[in-house]
């Protein structure tokens, strides 16, 4: 198997800058504002969808009681938000395909 990388922000500028022919600043700060963009939607409670790519989703857990498991006490789970990240079927299908 390959090795796996990360990308990161400055990955995502620079390939912008490569691809669109932006200055390296200008590709950075367009990377960060849509970071900015969607993490607010997230944060007001809107799920965010990138067609083609997929859709983060924002699901609401309830309380539940948990149990440790090495000692078997009980223990109070309280309720929270959790995000998701559902795949569009066209990245499912490039990443099978990889």
């Given amino acids: 198997m390959a090795e796996v990388g990360t990308l990161t ?17 200008e590709s ?12 607010g939607a997230l944060a ?9 790519f997929g859709t983060f989703v924002l699901r ?4 539940r009681v948990g149990r440790n498991p090495k000692t078997g006490v009980e223990v109070p789970i309280d309720p929270r938000r959790v995000l ?4 569009s079927q066209i990245m499912r299908d490039q990443i099978a395909n990889f």
Wanted: glycine share 10%.
């Fill in 84 to 87: 998701t990240f559902r795949p």
């Fill in 9 to 25: 922000r400055a990955d995502l500028a620079e390939r912008l800058n490569g691809k669109v022919g932006l200055s390296r600043a």
């Fill in 28 to 39: 950075a700060r367009i990377v960060e504002k849509i970071i900015d963009l969607m993490c």
């Fill in 60 to 63: 609401d857990k309830n309380g």
């Fill in 44 to 52: 007001d409670g809107e799920n965010v969808k990138i067609s083609g």
